[in-house]
C-alpha cells in the first residue's frame, strides 16, 4: 500500500501499478487458433489490472473521438464489418488534479454488430498494454480471430472525404496517386484510407497558402 506522505501525483500512480504489475506478469494464456499464436485477451487485462488500479485509486476514463466504419469482404465470398476507433484515455486520482491524456487506436472485425465493442476492447488492452510496460506478442477482443480478406477500394462516403480534403488544401495530386501506385482516387485500397486522410489533413489550407 501507498504511504501517506508518499506523493500520489498520477505519475507516481502509474508508476506504483506497473511496479506490481511487473512482479505477476500477465500471461498469453488464450490462442488464435488461425495463425497459430498466444495472445493475452482483454479480460486476463481486465482481471489483472483492475486490482492495482482500485489499491491506488486511479481511474482510466474513455471518450470515443472519432470511428471509421466499412464493410469488407472476405476471401471466401462473405462480408465483414470493419470498425477503427480513435479513443481518448484520461488518468486520474481522487489524490490530485493533475491527469494524463493518451489516444489509442483500436481496430476490429466482426460478422455481426460487434466490431465497435471489439475495436473499444482493442484499444484499452493495448493502452494497458504500452502505459503499463506490459511485454507484447501478437477477445474476445480482435486478437482471437484472423479474416482472410480480399483487396477492397474505398466507398463513396470515403472518396467524398479525400476529395473534400483535396479542395481546401494545398495538395499534389499526381504525386499522391503515384505514392499509392494508382492512377485515379477511387482506386485506393481501404485498407490506408486513414493514412491518406490523416497525410492530407497535415497540408496547408490553400489560404494559408495564399496568405
Do not use: W
Not at 19 to 47: H, M, T
Amino acid at each position: 500500500m501507498t504511504e501517506k506522505n508518499e506523493i500520489k501525483n498520477v505519475p507516481m500512480l502509474i508508476s506504483n501499478v506497473m511496479k506490481d504489475l511487473s512482479e505477476v506478469g500477465i500471461s498469453k494464456s488464450q490462442l488464435n487458433k488461425f495463425d497459430n499464436y498466444k495472445f493475452r485477451g482483454i479480460d486476463d487485462v481486465y482481471n489483472t489490472l483492475s486490482k492495482f488500479l482500485a489499491k491506488y485509486n486511479l481511474v482510466i476514463v474513455p471518450s470515443i473521438k472519432d470511428r471509421e466504419n466499412s464493410v469488407v469482404s472476405t476471401a471466401k465470398g462473405g462480408s465483414m464489418n470493419h470498425t477503427i476507433l480513435t479513443v481518448e484515455y484520461t488518468f486520474r486520482s481522487p489524490y490530485t488534479e493533475d491527469i494524463i491524456v493518451c489516444s489509442v487506436m483500436g481496430e476490429a472485425m466482426d460478422r455481426g454488430d460487434k466490431s465497435i465493442n471489439k475495436a473499444f476492447s482493442a484499444a484499452y488492452k493495448y493502452l494497458c498494454l504500452q502505459v503499463f510496460c506490459i511485454p507484447l506478442q501478437g477477445d474476445n477482443d480482435a486478437d482471437s480471430e484472423s479474416h482472410e480478406m480480399v483487396n477492397t477500394v474505398i466507398n463513396e462516403v470515403q472518396l467524398g472525404v479525400l476529395n473534400i480534403l483535396i479542395g481546401e488544401r494545398v495538395v499534389d495530386v499526381p504525386a499522391l496517386l503515384a505514392h499509392y501506385k494508382i492512377e485515379k482516387l477511387e482506386e485506393l485500397p481501404s485498407g490506408v484510407f486513414l493514412q491518406a486522410k490523416g497525410a492530407l489533413e497535415r497540408k496547408p489550407m490553400k489560404q494559408d497558402e495564399n496568405a
